[in-house]
């Protein structure tokens, strides 16, 4: 009987009732070291074109132009995974994630990508179709038109004498657009990517 | 609105039962709804229940990338849940696939081409408190004066059907 | 001799104690389980064959989204044959950084199977206090790689980012805590006589059905079976690695294996900081690209041995792989030994939970 009243004291005080019913955890902040979404720094991107090359997840970053004429990339919630390899391969420190720029910049380390094409000449049926679509080749050469015969030596590849050939290698971005477009997957686009610290 | 109603709509912000279902998801997602119970985030001091038993839910939680399998049994797991109901897809397999998105891959994503979803919490995965704060957001939304309007849809269909009929 | 079974027992797909859809089929006479099958694929994604064709950078993430319970393993095995293929080095600080972030991993899933277990059996107290301890490992995860649980860490050549010194003290600090907590807990459970019902003698697994099943990991080293991957590891060799054996072969000896190779972990990733003070300023990158060749490595995920079989081509992209998970022989060997006998139709959750089944690991 008494411990009923002592229980009863206890538990009729203001003060107990009130943490009983509004009782909350401290509010959750997330932690600043956390890597989320991409966020634009405010530098001004060059257009190279890492970010898009090292995301990990189809249509997660496009690097778009906006209404002044300046190129800037985008992120895409919902395909965006957070890993931040855009951010360590920003060559221009364009985007920022938590802790990743600082850490690289203590660490010094880098994502350097290299693109190599390679091209199945039994499949390849000499359409022309990659060398057209290539963003590159068009910017050297605008007039390379549907049979992407070229008379500018300039560009990445082009037709010639009845066969797809390579020029320029060195140029081409990884875009994976000559990929894409091809009817016959005959043309690769494979991006190798070193992990460095210097 | 009646007495009745707004009575309703305070308890069913205080009392939401979850319930969960993997449609082919790796796994982080269901993890981290599972960390939503620890005290730390302590789910149901807002009075959000994890039961995982859909006839008693409120709300389905959906994680994963909607793989092959569950083509019919999800639609029949949201046909179980009794009404107001609501679903969201935690993660972004459900919205675009995630890294699965690919030529080959066995899964059929958007998860809201199946059931009619009502939010979605991108990341992969999402913080436990963003899931919270995303279920706590649209729990008032979607069950607030849920019979008036019901009453209202029925009214809606029968005025439509009727002057079909004429 | 024809059998008589009185139920034929479905549990699953959707099942409250499940984290993942499976079904366990039993067959039941009264309350005691005859035979019991497992049947899958509700989560069957074909991952592996989205990976080929795809350069590190890309598999890498779909590797750790294989399993997001143990991602950090399937990241380091995967980054570890691709490695070995190419004859990359990996610096000395950045193969201790790997072992933190892979105990921590380890010492995450552990408390998260314990959770479950204890769940399974209505300890819910245990359990809350073991999923808010593992709140803060991965809270150290998060300090360390900017992620909770896809941490995307370990890269060839090296990890993503160093630890820095103020975090390394934190860390500690989380240790010292972590040590004192699961002391407390260990001993919660080895008292609790409710437990101790449900878990001493339930769901035995000999010595010799762990091996004619080839069940893996804790599941087996809890039955006497003295082998763990990680003695094959170089780095894990460094820091004097051996493994802990029980030979009770119940629930009970396999959670408490867990329980064990939590100290343990704390342990090893103690001595990996203490190395780590002696090589402050060294590289955590090595370089290297990836290049032609075939390989298969094993390492030990906090579920058993995970095998990577990869081929690559001449620009390191993935040609041929295959993964070969534990989680496939463990719930074999619940299913076909543990589960044959059990007293009752409640036991067969936690006996097929205590052997900490991986269903997104299996069928990927
Ligand atoms: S954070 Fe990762 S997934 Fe997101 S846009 Fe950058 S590279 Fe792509
Ligand atoms: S990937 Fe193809 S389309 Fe893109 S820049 Fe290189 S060659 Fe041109
Ligand atoms: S698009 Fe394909 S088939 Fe056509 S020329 Fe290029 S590589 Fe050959
Ligand atoms: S969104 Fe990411 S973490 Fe969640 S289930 Fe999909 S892959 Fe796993």
């Avoid at chain 1, 290698?169 to 043309?187: D, V």
């Avoid at chain 2, 059929?108 to 992969?124: L, M, R, T, Y």
């Avoid at chain 3, 991952?47 to 890498?60: C, D």
């Amino acid at each position: 009987m008494f411990s009923i009243i002592c229980y009863l004291k206890e538990f009729l005080r203001a003060e107990w009732i009130k943490k009983f019913l509004f009782a909350k955890t401290p509010p959750l902040v997330t932690p600043p070291h956390y890597r989320d979404f991409p966020q634009l720094t405010g530098k001004e991107c060059s257009h190279e074109l890492r970010c898009m090359m090292i995301c990990p997840v189809p249509d997660a970053i496009k690097v778009l132009k906006g209404e002044d004429g300046k190129w800037r990339p985008v992120i895409y919630k919902g395909h965006c995974l957070r890993c931040g390899l855009c951010v360590e391969a920003c060559p221009d420190n364009v985007l920022t994630s938590g802790r990743i720029l600082e850490q690289n910049e203590i660490d010094r380390t880098s994502l350097l990508g290299t693109y190599h094409l390679v091209i199945d000449n039994k499949l390849c049926m000499k359409c022309g179709n990659c060398s057209v679509a290539c963003p590159i080749n068009k910017e050297i050469d605008p007039r390379l038109a549907h049979n992407a015969t070229s008379s500018n030596d300039d560009v990445i590849m082009r037709i010639k004498n009845s066969k797809l050939t390579i020029l320029h290698p060195e140029k081409c971005t990884g875009c994976k657009t000559c990929e894409e477009t091809c009817p016959n997957r005959a043309i690769r686009v494979y991006r190798r990517v070193e992990a460095v610290q210097d | 609105m009646s007495i009745i109603q707004s009575i309703k709509n305070k308890v069913r912000q205080r009392s939401i039962h979850v319930c969960y279902v993997n449609v082919g998801s790796c796994n982080g997602c269901d993890i981290e709804i599972l960390a939503c119970l620890a005290p730390r985030y302590d789910i149901e001091q807002y009075g959000i229940y994890v039961h995982n038993n859909p006839r008693e839910a409120d709300i389905l939680l959906i994680t994963g990338a909607f793989t092959e399998q569950w083509e019919d049994k999800l639609k029949h797991l949201w046909d179980l849940i009794p009404e107001p109901k609501a679903a969201i897809t935690i993660g972004n397999c459900p919205v675009s696939g995630c890294a699965y998105n690919r030529r080959g891959a066995r899964i059929d994503p958007p998860v809201s081409k199946h059931i009619p979803v009502a939010a979605n919490i991108p990341g992969c995965p999402p913080r436990p408190t963003e899931i919270i704060g995303t279920i706590l957001e649209l729990a008032p939304v979607v069950f607030k004066d849920y019979e008036e309007k019901k009453a209202k849809e029925a009214a809606e269909t029968e005025r439509k059907t009727k002057g079909a009929k004429k | 001799m024809k059998k008589v079974v009185d139920v034929s027992l479905p549990i699953g797909p959707v099942h409250p104690c499940f984290k993942e859809p499976a079904r366990i089929k039993c067959e039941t006479m009264g309350e005691k389980v005859l035979s019991a099958e497992v049947e899958m694929g509700y989560v069957k994604k074909g991952i592996e064959k989205i990976m080929v064709g795809r350069p590190w950078q890309e598999v890498m993430f779909l590797a750790e989204r294989i399993c997001g319970i143990c991602s950090v393993i399937h990241n380091m095995v995967f980054i570890e044959t691709v490695e070995r293929i190419s004859d990359i080095e990996v610096p000395i600080r950045a193969q201790y950084l790997r072992v933190i972030v892979n105990e921590l991993d380890r010492m995450q899933s552990h408390l998260l199977a314990n959770y479950s277990y204890c769940y399974t059996i209505e300890h819910e107290t245990l359990a809350m206090y073991l999923i808010n301890l593992r709140e803060t490992v991965v809270d150290q995860l998060e300090l360390i790689t900017g992620a909770r649980i896809t941490c995307a860490y370990i890269i060839p050549g090296g990890v993503r980012f160093d630890l820095r010194d103020e975090d390394a003290e934190t860390l500690k600090a989380a240790l010292d805590k972590c040590e004192k907590d699961i002391s407390r807990f260990v001993k919660i459970f080895e008292e609790g006589p409710l437990i101790a019902l449900r878990s001493k003698d339930v769901g035995i697994i000999t010595k010799e059905e762990i091996i004619a099943s080839q069940a893996a990991g804790p599941t087996a080293r809890a039955s006497g079976v003295d082998f763990d991957h990680r003695l094959n590891h170089p780095t894990y060799q460094k820091l004097d690695f051996k493994p802990i054996v029980l030979n009770s072969c119940d629930n009970y000896a396999r959670i408490m294996l867990r329980f064990k190779e939590l100290f343990q972990s704390i342990e090893l990733i103690r001595e990996c900081l203490k190395r780590l003070e002696g090589l402050k300023g060294e590289t955590i990158r090595g370089g290297g690209e990836v290049g032609e060749g075939e390989f298969t490595w094993t390492g030990e995920a906090p579920r058993g041995g995970l095998t990577y079989h990869v081929k690559t081509n001449r620009y390191g992209h993935v040609e041929e792989i295959s993964v070969q998970t534990p989680s496939i022989m463990n719930m074999d060997a619940c299913a076909h030994y543990m589960l044959k006998g059990a007293d009752s139709a409640a036991d067969i959750t936690a006996v097929f939970i205590s052997s900490d089944p991986c269903i997104s690991c299996n069928e990927r």
